[in-house]
């Protein structure tokens, strides 16, 4: 079930399978392989991740999480999350690593708004020349890198979301036709990304490329001169998703 489960999240030209004796085995050594199931036990959802050692502390990379079409938006993802820091935190792990493309709005809103995960780093084609799916290849696989701290107090998921109307302050830098995107110099920054990237992906790739051309420039730009990003804000249903960017100072 979680290789079908793989396979129609991330495409059937998905060529980086994690094999069942993969999933099975990394549990051995401190890997986590976690599954959400429906009334019939279908598999509807999953985490895996491995553990290694980084700077002579324990530390687990959340490799994969994916949720069925038809169960997402329901909190599936951050159930799954808020388990794998339950497994990791008795397995005596403090600290939990990940990936996700910052032009995927879903994911965006789950790492930093809800679980409040801190950005490292942003990678730019984390996958070099050889991409996860041709889907992928369409614009590149840059990265946001995450950490998260899972001693500290857990996220409120019954809470989270609910100020995605908000306003917050700074300008605002967006996709403007035929211009270089404005960078402020202002102690807060908003960044606008599409709602669905995916969409834009499949029906106008030549879109969906010039976005990821502004956001990478953004990002490296903000955080190369001390910013941090701080939040995601998905916004009223059919509104762009925002990061907002703060100079200086700790991200959440």
């Not at 339950?86 to 910052?102: C, K, N, Y």
């Not at 050889?130 to 696989?141: E, F, K, L």
């Not at 606008?192 to 995916?198: F, G, K």
């Amino acid at each position: 079930m979680c290789i079908e489960l793989q396979r129609t999240t991330w495409g059937d030209d998905f060529h980086e399978l994690v094999p069942p004796a993969m999933l099975l085995v990394t549990q051995k050594v401190g890997g986590v392989t976690l599954g959400a199931f429906d009334h019939e036990d279908l598999l509807v959802g999953f985490v895996y991740g491995i553990t290694g050692i980084l700077d002579g502390e324990p530390i687990h990379w959340s490799h994969m999480l994916a949720v069925r079409r038809d169960w997402r938006d329901r909190g599936i993802g951050a159930l799954l999350k808020m388990a794998q820091r339950d497994r990791l935190i008795a397995t005596g792990v403090a600290r939990a690593r990940w990936s996700f493309d910052p032009l995927v709005a879903r994911n965006a809103h789950l790492n930093l708004h809800r679980l409040r995960a801190r950005v490292l780093e942003y990678v730019e084609d984390m996958y070099g020349e050889n991409p996860m799916s041709q889907t992928d290849s369409v614009i590149g696989s840059d990265r946001l890198v995450v950490e998260w701290s899972l001693r500290t107090q857990p996220p409120d998921l019954s809470v989270a979301g609910q100020e995605d109307d908000e306003e917050e302050e700074g300008p605002m830098v967006t996709l403007k036709d035929g211009t270089e995107p404005a960078l402020p110099d202002e102690p807060a920054v908003r960044l606008e990304i599409p709602r669905d990237i995916q969409s834009l992906k499949k029906h106008d790739p030549t879109r969906a490329t010039i976005w990821r051309e502004l956001t990478r420039t953004v990002f490296q730009h903000y955080l190369d001169h001390g910013y941090r990003v701080v939040d995601f804000r998905r916004g009223r249903p059919g509104a762009r998703g925002r990061y907002l960017l703060v100079a200086g100072g700790e991200g959440p």
